[in-house]
């Protein structure tokens, strides 16, 4: 079991958009995109749950809706009363502001998958490419030591990618940087 002064004073949660299939590819969207949300524990717990649960309770009675983007913009599922105007304005505004008063890093990789083919004979899987390039950048941002409570020792994380076949990767972070 790990101790808990082990542990980072950061979370980190990971989204992606587009398909990251060079096969086939979707030419009215030919990107992939892998974004890494980055808090402060203190700063989660404190300020961006309590907000993100009052902005629910506000506009749904209850905290249990998860904010898709695709559902909000197409008013599906328990977002279908964003279809009177006047009410979607309201979200709208009101999720805005709760991003934009949120304490919290964004790293993002954008690949135009296009690009990435006619650059390349065989190029690299893009969401393998934006991992260790946002999982970099992570580090970069963290310092040498990933955080106050890290020493030198740097971290070791698992990394899976649910519902994608087999793509698991074992990624170190130490002070030299990112090895596999």
């Given amino acids: 079991m790990t101790a808990p002064d082990s542990f980072s004073e950061y979370i980190v949660y990971v989204d992606e958009s587009g398909d990251h299939g060079l096969d086939s590819m979707d030419m009215s969207y030919p990107m992939f995109v892998l974004a890494f949300c980055l808090f ?9 749950v309590p907000a993100l649960q009052r902005l629910k309770f506000k506009h749904f009675g209850h905290d249990l809706v998860v904010l ?9 599922g328990p977002f279908q009363f964003l279809v009177d105007r006047g009410t979607r304005a309201s ?16 790293i993002a990789a954008v690949i135009d998958k296009g690009k990435l083919k006619a650059a390349y004979a065989d190029p690299r899987n893009p969401y393998h ?8 950048r992570l580090r970069l941002h963290l310092g040498p030591f990933g955080s106050s409570s890290a020493g030198r020792r740097g971290y070791s994380w698992r990394i899976s990618s649910p519902g994608r076949s087999g793509d698991t990767f074992s990624i170190r972070i130490s002070r030299t940087g990112l090895t596999k």
């Fill in 40 to 48: 402060r524990k203190e700063d989660y717990v404190r300020e961006i």
């Fill in 129 to 136: 490419w934006a991992l260790e390039f946002c999982v970099e």
């Fill in 91 to 106: 979200f709208m505004d009101d999720v805005s502001r709760f991003v934009e008063q949120a304490p919290f890093t964004v």
């Fill in 68 to 76: 898709h983007e695709r559902e909000m913009r197409k008013q599906e």
